[in-house]
Antibody, heavy 121, light 109 residues
Framework: QVTLRESGPALVKPTQTLTLTCTFS??????????VSWIRQPPGKALEWLAR???????YYSTSLKTRLTISKDTSKNQVVLTMTNMDPVDTATYYC?????????????WGQGTMVTVSS | DIQMTQSPSSLSASVGDRVTITCQAS??????LNWYQQKPGKAPKLLIY???NLETGVPSRFSGSGSGTDFTFTISSLQPEDIATYYC???????????FGQGTKLEIK
């Protein structure tokens, strides 16, 4: 059974750096073609893709947020970490990690439950 | 970046109705188009991938069609448990990136 679970602070202050961890099981990020993405959703708004890391450590970022994002993985721990710098109240959202594939199938087939992050002083 | 225009933004229909949602891409995306269902407080669930393929375990009343820039998502006979918000999502491979539509909130009339 494939599962993903997000963890991180529920509250961050403006200008701080957010660090989120996605811990997964049931698949390996060392398997060819596997990838994990981060996606967020502000309250009452649409989904927004943030970043992706592939099995071979290739990394891709949202054009609008790439200067603030860093994605990394620890294959031995089955974890993917996302950092977002210079947090602002508009970054208040539920942050999801999701499994994907880097070729042949470009959907997010399994999602974590999400973690709500509020940015406020 | 490729933009996705999803319509309508909200929809009210009766149980048993046929429901259709459309998504238009700002440029040709072949069949790199997926559909998700999101119920309140829950993560999105993949329903349709590559425009027209039903994800395993998803009821056959859900279907998708289209290619290029115009795509359609259909529920053939609306059920009470289908009340949710539906999103389309495209994939762009140059460079790799994803865009979601603005969502369609589906309610029971």
């Amino acid at each position: 059974q494939v599962t993903l679970r997000e963890s991180g602070p529920a509250l961050v202050k403006p200008t701080q750096t957010l660090t989120l961890t996605c811990t997964f099981s049931g698949f390996s990020l060392s398997t060819s073609g596997m990838c994990v993405s981060w996606i967020r959703q502000p309250p009452g708004k649409a989904l927004e893709w943030l970043a992706r890391i592939d099995w071979d450590d290739d990394k891709y970022y949202s054009t609008s947020l790439k200067t603030r994002l860093t994605i990394s993985k620890d294959t031995s721990k089955n974890q993917v970490v996302l950092t977002m710098t210079n947090m602002d109240p508009v970054d208040t959202a539920t942050y999801y990690c999701a499994r994907g594939y880097s070729y042949g199938y470009y959907a997010f087939d399994i999602w974590g439950q999400g973690t709500m992050v509020t940015v406020s002083s | 970046d490729i933009q996705m225009t999803q319509s309508p933004s909200s929809l009210s229909a009766s149980v048993g109705d046929r429901v259709t949602i459309t998504c238009q891409a700002s440029q040709d995306i072949s069949n790199y188009l997926n559909w998700y269902q999101q119920k309140p407080g829950k993560a999105p669930k993949l329903l349709i991938y590559d425009a027209s393929n039903l994800e395993t375990g998803v009821p056959s009343r859900f279907s998708g069609s289209g290619s290029g820039t115009d795509f359609t998502f259909t529920i053939s006979s609306l059920q009470p448990e289908d009340i949710a918000t539906y999103y389309c999502q495209q994939y762009d491979n140059l460079p790799p990136g994803y865009t979601f539509g603005q969502g369609t909130k589906l309610e029971i009339k």
